[in-house]
């Protein structure tokens, strides 16, 4: 069943996606409500899996790299589903869908892998780790804006827009939402190490590290945002590359704790 | 049950006829009046707008309808009307095309969309238009609204002034508050913040070598003028800087540029050249956070919009036939109250 759970998800991010890029090829760039509803549903399957796997664990299901990747593409599709509507971001969907969608594969194909014993039914731990993620879901849709901003403005500065550019959304309100998202993530993160506190849960100094290390960098960021040093592009291409080095380090660092903890 | 359509419009008749036979809002009522009183139309909706003069009727006989409409323009005006038009189905296509932006002078603009539906509300609540034109123009908005939706024929921005707005907004949104400083008062400029200022933009600063031409300008627009001296300064707490100056050399150069963006706390600075020769050199588009467009680049992107526009007619022929069909389907089977089939 919850293999069931996970590849409906990945179709339906699937969809999404493949919906997503034969709109675009076609010249049409209203994506619309096909796209939303699919990753609405592929959330609701990844909901589901999650949930299957919490009750044969009785804990957090975060036990393992496929678990945490696919809480982590959940909290970005989250994520997406709440401020994209409100935001009202246009084509942010649909360059959300293929990171979801990278995510949730990588998931699929990873074998499931030793347990790590750090889930011990422990609300504190759990809260930690789940507020984790979905700060770097809060990071991960940061970086899809990045990206965006890059591609728009890139598109200015070539002075012979795609159409593509027409449809972008304003570099300034792709700016505002990173720096929003930023700030989001950020306080999670920051939540979710009060509660690590709180738990006096032990980790691997490696763990340890990389973890102050992307708190550091994000605080870093939104510092020098707040003091005007960084232009707009340098701002977009710090909160991609951030999100991408944590995400790269994030199975390391989850593989090589596992067992130390 | 036919639908005639007659009238002229930008193709067939020059500006000065056309405004021979414009018919003005407060006379449209007596005018479906008068038209209704034509033998054998049922109902009319007509549309007077600066590029057409269309009648739209309904009845079972289209030849009586349109020679009545010739009568009635040539009594108003004393001047034969050079009419083209279309019966049932070529004027119901010519009614989608119309709506959706097709038959317009700039393919794919919006506004006539808005003018079709006064033109249909006037005759509504003047009790001109029948269940048949209700149910034509009704269908109209809907292709016109998918034609908009599902293809590229509204895309992009078609004049200097319009292209100029457009950047503006993919750099920083809303317009609201932004600021404007003209550098060098000539006529293009003064349009393009006009353009600027009709999307919000507040506060406009005029700087001219002469500081009367400056001031005047600037009292024209609701500015503020400056001394052609000061300008520098001001870069550092403007949004947009149209430039058109006569200056033989460029004016803003990487090395005077520079210095001034580093005071800017990562705000993007959107810079106009208009003037030739240029008074912007194109290196400073590499600088971070400045976004440069010369006249060429502005004429450019009309150009690729109006030409994406045009690529995206045959998608909207297509879609406007398969409409066309369906309100064929539909008056086969109608029937107007009093009127025989």
């Known amino acids: 069943m919850e293999r069931i759970a996970l590849l409906a998800s990945t179709l339906c991010y699937l969809f999404s996606f493949g919906h997503t890029l034969f709109v675009l090829g ?69 360059f959300t869908a293929p990171l979801v969608l990278l995510l949730q594969i990588v998931a699929v194909l990873l074998p499931e892998g030793a347990r790590s014993g750090f889930f011990r039914p422990n609300p504190w731990v759990e809260t930690h780790a789940a507020l984790s993620l979905v700060a770097y879901g809060a990071f991960g849709l940061a970086c899809v804006a990045g990206f965006m901003f890059l591609l728009q403005e890139g598109q200015l500065k070539s002075r012979r827009p795609a159409p593509i550019f027409h449809h972008l959304p304003p570099i300034t309100v792709l700016a505002k939402a990173i720096l929003r998202l930023l700030w989001v993530g950020f306080f999670l993160l920051s939540l979710s190490f009060a509660a690590g506190m709180h738990a006096h849960i032990t980790i691997s100094k490696a763990k340890f590290f990389f973890s102050i290390l992307i708190w550091v960098l994000y605080a870093a960021l939104l510092t020098g945002a707040k003091t005007g040093l960084f232009t707009g592009r340098r701002f977009a291409i710090l909160a991609s590359t951030t999100f991408l080095l944590a995400l790269v380090l994030l199975p390391v660092i989850q593989h090589l704790s596992t067992g130390t903890e | 049950m036919n639908i005639l359509c007659a009238g002229i419009n930008h193709r067939t008749a020059h500006l000065e006829v056309r405004e021979r036979f414009a018919v003005r809002e407060d006379e449209m009522a007596g005018m479906l009046a008068r038209l209704r009183q034509i033998e054998g139309v049922s109902g009319v909706v007509m549309l007077s707008t600066c590029n057409r003069v269309e009648l739209y009727a309904s009845g079972l006989c289209t030849l009586r309808a349109l020679d009545g409409f010739r009568s009635i323009l040539a009594e108003r ?12 189905p070529q004027a119901v296509r010519h009614l989608f095309r119309v709506a959706s932006g097709l038959d317009s002078m700039v393919i794919g603009e919006t506004e006539i969309l808005g003018q079709v539906k006064k033109a249909y509300s006037i005759a509504n609540e003047a009790g001109a238009a029948t269940r048949s034109l209700h149910k034509l123009f009704q269908h109209a908005f809907r292709v016109a609204k998918t034609v908009r939706t599902e293809t590229q024929i509204t895309s992009g921005p078609t004049s200097i002034g319009s292209v100029a707005v457009e950047l503006a907004g993919k750099i920083f949104g809303s317009l609201e508050g932004r600021r404007v400083m003209i550098l060098g008062a000539g006529e293009i400029s003064e349009r393009t913040a006009r353009s600027l200022q009709s999307r919000g933009v507040r506060s406009v600063i005029v700087s001219n070598r002469t500081y009367e031409r400056a001031a005047s300008l600037a009292a024209e627009i609701g500015g503020m003028a400056l001394h052609f001296d000061h300008w520098e300064n001001a870069i550092v707490d403007v949004d947009i800087l149209i430039s058109s100056t006569n200056a033989p050399f460029a004016l803003l150069t990487p090395e005077r540029i520079a210095p001034l963006l580093k005071l800017r706390r990562g705000d993007p600075l959107f810079v106009i050249d208009l003037a030739v020769p240029r008074d912007a050199d194109p290196a400073i588009n590499e600088l971070d956070g400045l976004f440069l467009y010369d006249i060429d680049s502005l004429e450019q992107i009309a150009a690729q919009s109006l030409d994406i526009r045009r690529q995206e007619v045959v998608r909207c022929e297509s879609l406007i036939d398969h409409h066309v069909g369906g309100f064929l389907s539909w008056l086969k089977t109608a029937r107007e109250p009093g009127i025989p089939k």
């Open chain 2, 77 to 88: 005006t004393g001047l034969e009307a050079p009419l083209y038009h279309h019966d049932t």
């Open chain 1, 26 to 94: 076609a010249g049409r760039f209203h994506p619309g409500r096909f796209n939303f509803i699919a990753m609405a549903l592929g959330a609701a399957a990844q909901g589901w899996y999650l949930s299957l796997r919490g009750a044969a664990e009785h804990a957090c299901p975060l036990g393992t790299v496929p678990e945490t990747l696919v809480f982590l593409s959940w909290s970005i599709a989250l994520i997406y589903l709440v401020i994209g509507p409100s935001y009202r971001i246009s084509l942010m969907g649909a």
